[in-house]
């Protein structure tokens, strides 16, 4: 009894932890859900910060959907499969108002300011897109208001990214 008692709480042990600390996801791959995003350390303008990547198309699609906070010198860097492109964003499932920097060449585009979250019961249809002006070939959401605090303008030089 004890040769099969012992392997069979092994294995039920093994899944517990694989629950607790991995995730399966689409792809087949096993994360840590505890273990810290890799982040880059990108400039714009004057002011550096550490850019969380979307760079495919599930995380492009989620962005900061459902995150309730956003660090200071934080922010989400989308990178697309092309350069030169003319996305368009929404706020679904946003829960925290921030700025949408747009990037072409190295250089900030536009900057949309202080976006506020829809409204919990809005519809898709409702809700307001956001394009760039140019094509561009990254997009960075920080916090609302890093743009104004940190002086950042259209012109403004973008490195590391």
């Known amino acids: 009894m004890r ?3 012992l392997p069979l709480l092994g294995t039920a042990l093994f899944i517990v932890l694989l629950g607790v600390f991995g995730a399966k996801l689409g792809n087949g791959h096993i994360i840590n859900p505890l273990a810290e995003e890799p982040k880059k350390d ?3 303008g004057n002011t550096s910060l550490k850019a969380t990547l979307a760079n495919d198309e599930e995380e492009r699609k989620t962005g900061l959907s459902g995150k309730s906070t956003l660090a200071d010198d934080e922010g989400l860097l989308f990178v697309f499969d092309k350069m030169d492109v003319y996305p368009s964003f929404w706020m679904k499932d946003m829960l925290i108002p921030i700025d949408i920097i747009w990037i072409n060449d190295g250089k900030v585009t536009k900057i949309d300011k202080n976006l506020t979250p829809p409204a919990k019961d809005s519809l898709d249809s409702e809700l307001k ?3 760039p002006e140019k094509p561009i070939d990254y997009v960075l959401e920080v916090n609302a208001g890093f743009s104004d605090k940190n002086g950042l303008k259209v012109g403004d030089s973008v ?3």
């Open 3 to 5: 040769s099969i008692l």
């Open 159 to 161: 490195s590391g990214i």
């Open 42 to 44: 990108i400039r714009v």
């Open 129 to 131: 897109l956001y394009y």
